[in-house]
């Protein structure tokens, strides 16, 4: 069973910097598309940043100029570099893989993260936990 292990999460203050990866079982990223999704208590799943299999990448609003979302050469660790972290941006980090997926932009889509839930094809990170502190 494929499996996504993500790590890295933790506790700064505001301004400060983590470093998320997530490491697939498995199988590399050689197609779709990968995510990183940030979930906070009683709000929905939303999306962080997400890479293409060409590399190309696509940000939230609140992520642009700050975080960067990257892939190994070998296709098996997905990382995002979080600098300047705010506390809203607190919460649990979950990395996807939509196998089907053929531009970045579409993982970040409003919805995609709850309509995601009925794909057998897209798999799912546990999480790792930020916390922010001001």
């Known amino acids: 069973q494929v499996q996504l292990a993500a790590s890295g999460g933790g506790s700064v203050q505001a301004g400060g910097s983590l470093r998320l990866s997530c490491v697939a079982s498995?199988?590399?990223?050689?197609?779709?598309?990968l995510a990183w999704f940030r979930q906070a208590p009683g709000r929905e799943r939303e999306g962080v940043a997400s890479?293409?299999?060409?590399?190309?990448?696509s940000y939230g609003d609140a992520a642009k100029g700050r975080f960067t979302i990257s892939k190994d050469n070998a296709g098996s660790t997905l990382v995002l570099q979080m600098n300047n972290l705010k506390p809203e941006e607190s919460g649990m980090y979950y990395c996807?893989?939509?196998?089907?997926?053929?531009?970045?932009?579409?993982?970040?889509?409003?919805?995609?993260?709850?309509?995601?839930?009925?794909?057998?094809?897209?798999?799912w990170g546990q999480g790792t936990h930020v916390t922010v502190s001001s």
């Open positions: 996807a893989h939509d196998p089907g997926c053929l531009d970045a932009g579409q993982m970040l889509v409003t919805g995609w993260a709850a309509a995601s839930q009925s794909r057998p094809d897209v798999h």
């Open positions: 498995l199988y590399t990223y050689t197609f779709g598309c």
């Open positions: 890479i293409d299999s060409g590399r190309f990448t």
